[in-house]
Every structure is written in structure tokens, then in C-alpha cells.
């Protein structure tokens, strides 16, 4: 079974989510912890519920989805992976800190561990997420795919009823939207989709009710 907790974080409301299998082995999906107490309550979290955590995988790279990085790996010493296209935003973190009014002093951000591409398969103990490359966002936005559990976590591609935008550094509308209709609107109608900001929705939903689609 796949298990999955949201932490929503930071000022700019960013869902954290973290997943496990049966056997307690767990990943971070888009680390934003950003306060002490956001901190404080993600890795007592974990400790309680005795999950051990081996993985921390990026939808995208935005500063607001990558703010917990630095405590991820002194904390448990792991290190990223996301799409190759990202690293660029990625470099760019403390150039888009500064202008949200966030203070992050001279934090280093860890090094990436690896690089996914379209159709990789994550492994997280026994459970799987198929990797989708979809650009627009960000250039090497993906989404997480459990084909077990008809879950998807869609980082800022896609939202309930909305979109992500596409007016910061290497964001692309157009593509955006070709992204979702080819990559995401034709997975199962039934397919749960977890956000990266705001609730979860369906495809079913965004297929018949999203005003950007």
C-alpha cells in the first residue's frame, strides 16, 4: 500500500508530501520546509511513525519546493533528484529567494544526487512512480505516476480547476498546456491527482471543469 502524507509550508503554501510503503521505506516529494517548526514536525513525524527515509525526488525546482533540501540532507543525508532541464532553476535559488521575501542567508543547496528522465521508474521500497515529463512550468517539470494506486503527484503542472503559471525564468504557456492535455488528461479518468499548492483533484474534474484546459 501506498501511504501519503501532505505537509502544506511555507509562506507560499507549498505541499510537502511524503509517501512510504508497508515496509516504512519513504520518500520526499518537493521538500519546502522552511520555518523551524515545519521542520520539527516532518522529521517527528517520521519518527513516530518509524519510517525510513531513503529518497528525496523533485517535481520541479522552484525555491519554494526545494527550501527544505539543506535540512534534508544534514538531517538524513540525502540528496535530490529531479529532470536534468531543472538544474539551471535549481542554480537560480537564491536569485528568486530574494524577491518572494524569504530570508535563506547563504545557505548551500545540497548537490543533485541524479537525474530522472521521461518514463523512469522510482522505486520507493515496494511501490513505484512512473516519471512524466511535463514542461512548461519549468523545463524539466515532472510528474510522479503510482499505476498501482491511480495516483499522480503533479507538482505545479497542474492544479484543481487551475494551471501553473508560466511567467518565471524558462516557463512556457503554450507548452504547459500541451503537457497536460497529452500527458496528463489521458491517464485514467479515475486518477487522483495531488497538487503542489491547494487540494487534491481528479482528472475526471479537470478534464470537465478546468477553465485552462
Known amino acids: ?3 501519503i502524507k501532505r505537509f502544506t509550508v511555507n509562506p507560499i503554501q507549498e505541499n ?3 509517501i512510504w510503503d508497508d515496509n516504512k521505506e519513504g520518500a520526499v516529494i518537493d521538500c519546502g520546509l522552511y520555518y523551524d517548526d515545519e521542520k520539527v514536525r516532518f522529521s517527528e513525524f517520521i519518527s513516530r511513525e518509524g519510517i525510513h527515509l531513503t529518497k528525496a525526488i523533485q517535481t520541479h ?3 519554494d519546493h526545494v527550501l527544505g533540501l539543506p535540512y534534508i540532507y544534514k538531517e538524513y543525508g540525502i540528496r535530490s533528484v529531479m529532470h536534468s532541464m531543472d538544474l539551471p532553476v ?3 535559488f537564491h536569485r528568486m529567494v530574494g524577491p518572494f521575501g524569504l530570508q535563506v542567508g547563504n545557505v548551500q543547496m545540497p548537490e543533485v544526487e541524479g537525474f530522472l528522465t521521461d518514463g523512469d521508474i522510482i522505486s520507493v521500497g515496494d511501490e513505484q512512480l512512473r516519471v512524466i515529463h ?5 523545463p524539466g517539470g515532472v510528474c510522479l505516476y503510482s499505476e498501482a494506486h491511480d495516483v499522480c503527484f503533479s ?3 497542474l492544479f484543481n480547476s487551475s494551471i501553473g503559471r508560466s511567467d ?3 516557463g512556457n504557456g503554450q507548452q504547459l498546456i500541451t503537457s497536460i492535455r497529452k500527458r496528463l488528461l489521458t491517464l485514467p479518468h479515475s486518477t487522483t491527482v495531488m497538487c503542489g499548492h491547494g487540494g487534491r483533484t481528479t482528472i475526471e474534474h479537470e478534464i470537465h471543469c478546468n477553465p485552462f484546459l
Do not use: I, K, N, V
Open 16 to 18: 510537502t508530501f511524503l
Open 155 to 157: 507538482g505545479d503542472t
Open 134 to 138: 511535463t514542461p512548461g512550468h519549468t
Open 61 to 63: 525546482a522552484h525555491f
Open 1 to 3: 500500500m501506498l501511504h
Open 168 to 170: 518565471l525564468p524558462g
Open 90 to 92: 535549481y542554480e537560480y
